[in-house]
């Protein structure tokens, strides 16, 4: 089978996945328009390997914002931030 037959049937695929419903699509990791992004990236380019770069990127950027979510938030609940203010203003009354 050639480069081209393949992309050609892959494009087929990404297309079909356009009929599944927005859940069905959010549980394997992308959204409609990445699939729209993936199939407008030109001919020459396969479209999974695009569709699999988004959804990637995707779960990146949402592993480093549930880091940053977890870093200002303390132990006890309170943000690490407020806890410094308070800690200043108990040292500067004793």
């Known amino acids: 089978m050639t480069t081209a037959h393949k992309r050609?049937?892959?494009?087929?695929?990404?297309?079909q996945l356009l009929t599944w419903?927005?859940?069905?699509?959010?549980?394997?990791?992308?959204?409609?328009?990445?699939i729209r992004c993936a199939l407008a990236s030109?001919?020459?380019?396969?479209?999974?390997?695009?569709?699999q770069v988004m959804a990637?990127?995707?779960?990146?950027?949402a592993m480093e914002d549930a880091r940053r979510r977890r870093?200002?938030?303390g132990v006890d609940?309170?943000?690490?931030?407020?806890?410094g203010m308070r800690r200043n203003r108990d040292?500067?009354?004793a």
């Open 42 to 51: 030109g001919s020459r380019i396969e479209p999974t390997r695009r569709l």
């Open 91 to 93: 040292t500067e009354k």
């Open 8 to 15: 050609h049937r892959n494009r087929i695929a990404l297309r």
């Open 77 to 83: 609940g309170v943000s690490l931030a407020r806890a």
């Open 71 to 73: 870093d200002a938030i």
């Open 21 to 34: 419903n927005d859940y069905m699509l959010t549980d394997i990791g992308i959204t409609r328009d990445d």
């Open 56 to 61: 990637v990127e995707r779960r990146v950027i």
